[in-house]
């Protein structure tokens, strides 16, 4: 029997203890990522939702930019939901060739759930929860969309690193942790 694998969720801010939980479901193990030495020995990273310029701050404050950066281009591989999404794109870490726009379908009072296919994912629609939602402005050609809303992109993969809009954790979703598994 192999060894648990271990998937470190930066734990900055936002609701990584979602992620965690499903984690542990799924037989993985997880670990709450702050500092730099809390990436040594990762075989994927989940990067949650939450507030995308305060994890932007908390990331510069633990100087966790670079190596977050390195970690990716060793390719680990990696899932960032909602403000993930954001802080992987070109403006921020720099690791996924898009451009998200931040809070595209609105404010709070816009947020919504709704039944969406996913590309690759097997067992029909995927329930998103999408809270102050991003979605991919622009991409470039390595990247491949998975899933749209209303003609924007809320979900990408390129190489080993997908990209959602939505909180699969709010919903109890686990196919996207177990395609983060699966490609670690």
Known sequence: MSAAKTVGVLALQGDFEAHAKILGELGAESREVRTPAQLDGLDALIIPGGESTVMTLGIERERLAQPLRELIAAGVPVLGTCAGMIVLDRDHLGAL????????????????????????????????????????????????????????????????????????????????????????
């Open 97 to 184: 060739d898009i451009t998200a726009r931040r809070n595209a379908f609105g404010r709070q009072l816009r947020s919504f759930e709704t039944e969406i296919e996913v590309d690759g994912l097997p067992g029909g629609p995927v329930h998103a929860v999408f809270i102050r939602a991003p979605w991919v402005q622009e991409h470039g050609p390595g990247v491949k969309v998975l899933a749209s809303v209303d003609g924007h992109p809320v979900a990408v993969r390129q190489e080993r690193m997908v990209a959602i809009a939505f909180h699969p954790e709010l919903a109890g979703e686990t196919r996207l942790h177990q395609l983060l598994l699966s490609l670690a």
